[in-house]
């Protein structure tokens, strides 16, 4: 790669980002005129949501495992081990839930798109599917972003609910816990804000995986190489951006609900 | 004004219409990265005409009929498809003026996760045409390209030669007024390459479709030239007394620069010297 100056890489870097927000905008207007492709959407979320399905129950299974047992030592000190069912609870829904399941949507599907549309890219198909009339980001990423959306709501849920019952299991078996208290202090935990900061997160986290993947796939250079390179950043910079974007919607949150 | 004595087409109604080119580049210039690919190409099609492409590899071929289609946009010039200039308008409406235009890719672009049929039928289907209509539709266009066997393949399964003749398929089947042919037989064994620009050719006498295609192979170019489809016997046949097919014309294209803008006899009898030793 030849050097750049600062200007020009600034430049780049600039038009990029310019890019990047132009066909996210695109994605999201183009559900609200004709043509729709309704079918290209059920694909997805079939892909995405039910494909990711055994990964995000495992994930969040064993995150709330791993959670009651930690939180568990630490609670003993203070003789607190009772309250395990409200820090598993509490950390999955607004956190760890979210969080978690965003960044495997990164792994899974960011890359996925990223690949799948660069090879398409490099391969001129997104050209032939401009010069039969089509527009490739109503087709292509339109689909992608409302599948992943809707399929990452639903998905952080059960990751919640899964991570819960992970806990509730380490501590009825390993803890020597009573279900019923540990299921009564969870519940009684969460409150209404908590829930909606913990479904709000999903949704931003779902626009960063489907624009940021189709964005590096629709931008592939160079050959097979670049469709490898284009995944790579897809993942990198999905995964960053879920974290910095939840940073924000967590800070925004207590603003907001105080907690 | 010398100009003003000479028969005019405007005073003609209806022929203006009818002359009108379907193809104008009009000094279009490109540069990608600072290198300028084309440099003021100017030239037009007419109606019902076949414009050959030629030239070596590198030479800006396929940026020029990438800019036919508006799927890039030229850095300066003036592209006029149908009498729309396409340098000017907005995307959307270039969507609906590319349903006017088949394309044949050099590289095919075939969607590899469709089948050959849905490849064909895409267009058809984006359209909305009943399902019925489509299937007969694309069985057509596969027999006209003589591949109706591999409707259910997909196109990792075919061969370089059927991919080819697929796209043909998918670039015809809406009977496109404009068809853009990108080198439809580079890379093909002489056998597949004259079956193709049989294709070519039937498609230009059969239809009369203006067309526009690239080739790297002379000898394809004057097959084309002084063949002329037999709709009766179904293959192509020299034209009598060494005669040429007057709607084929010739652009010469190197190093983005027109070398060569004419009819078949003008290109032979050229003295260019540098035409003459591409020719040779
Ligand atoms: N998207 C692009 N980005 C950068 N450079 C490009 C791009 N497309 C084409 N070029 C450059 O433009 C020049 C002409 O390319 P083009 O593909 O038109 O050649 P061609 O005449 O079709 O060649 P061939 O006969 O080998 O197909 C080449 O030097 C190529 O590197
Ligand atoms: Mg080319």
């Known amino acids: ?259 | 004004m010398p100009q003003e004595l000479l028969p005019s087409d405007a005073v003609r109604p209806g022929r203006l219409t009818e002359k009108e080119p379907v193809v104008v580049f009009e000094s279009v210039s490109i540069a990608f990265d600072l290198k300028p690919v084309l440099e003021n190409v100017s030239f037009s099609v007419q109606p019902g005409e076949t414009r050959i492409i030629l030239g070596p590899a590198g030479g800006g071929k396929s940026v020029l009929m990438k800019l036919a289609n508006g799927l890039i946009r030229p850095d300066s010039g003036a592209i006029r498809i149908f009498g729309e200039d396409i340098t000017q308008i907005r995307e959307r409406d270039l969507y609906k003026l590319r349903g006017r235009i088949g394309m044949v890719f050099q590289e095919s672009a075939l969607f590899d996760s469709l089948s050959v049929e849905d490849n064909v039928a895409y267009r058809l289907h984006e359209e909305q045409v009943p399902p019925d209509e489509v299937h007969t539709r694309v069985v057509e266009a596969l027999k006209f390209v003589e591949l109706e066997q591999a409707i259910a393949k997909f196109p990792p399964e075919l061969s370089g030669g059927m991919r080819r003749r697929v796209s043909i398929a998918r670039a015809i089947v809406s009977n496109p007024d404009l068809i853009l042919y990108d080198s439809p037989t580079g890379g093909l064994d002489p056998i597949t390459s004259t079956t193709i620009i049989e294709l070519v050719m039937k498609e230009r006498d059969v239809n009369r479709t203006t067309s526009l295609l690239i080739t790297h192979r002379l000898q394809d170019a004057f097959t084309l030239a002084m063949n002329r489809y037999d709709r009766a016997k179904g293959t192509m046949e020299p034209i009598p007394g060494n005669g040429v097919d007057e709607g084929t014309k010739f652009l010469v294209l190197n190093e983005g620069r027109v070398v060569f803008d004419g009819t078949t006899r003008e290109l032979v009898g050229s003295t260019d010297p540098w035409l003459k030793q591409y020719l040779s």
């Open chain 1, 1 to 259: 790669m030849p050097l750049l100056s600062p200007e020009e890489f600034a430049k780049q870097k600039v038009g990029a980002v310019q890019d990047y927000a132009i066909l996210s905008w695109q994605a999201v207007a183009n559900l609200f005129s004709r043509p729709r492709y309704w079918a290209d959407i059920f694909t997805q979320m079939d892909l995405i949501g039910v494909g990711s399905l055994p990964t995000i129950a495992l994930t969040g299974f064993f995150t709330g495992s791993v959670l009651a047992l930690q939180s568990a030592t630490s609670l003993k000190t203070f003789g607190a081990v009772s309250m395990t069912g409200n820090l598993v609870a509490l950390a999955m829904v607004k956190e760890l839930g979210p969080v978690l399941t965003g960044l495997m949507l990164a792994g899974r599907n960011a890359s996925g798109m990223a690949s799948e549309l660069g090879s398409m890219k490099v391969t001129e198909q997104i050209d032939a599917m401009r010069a039969l009339g089509t527009d490739p980001v109503r087709k292509l990423v339109t689909p992608r972003l409302y599948a992943t959306i809707i399929m990452l709501f639903f998905l952080t849920i059960i990751a919640d609910a899964v991570g819960i019952a992970g806990g509730a299991l380490i501590s009825v078996t390993m803890l020597g816990m009573n279900a019923s208290t540990y299921f009564s202090t969870s519940y009684r935990a969460l409150q209404y804000a908590d829930i909606v900061q913990g479904l709000t997160k999903p949704l931003f986290s779902a626009f960063i995986v489907a624009t940021v993947g189709c964005y590096f796939g629709m931008n592939t250079k160079g050959g097979t190489q670049g469709v490898g390179r284009s995944t790579t950043q897809a993942v990198v910079v999905s995964s960053i951006f879920i974290i910095i974007v939840d940073f924000l919607v967590s800070r925004a949150m207590i603003g907001i609900f105080g907690r």
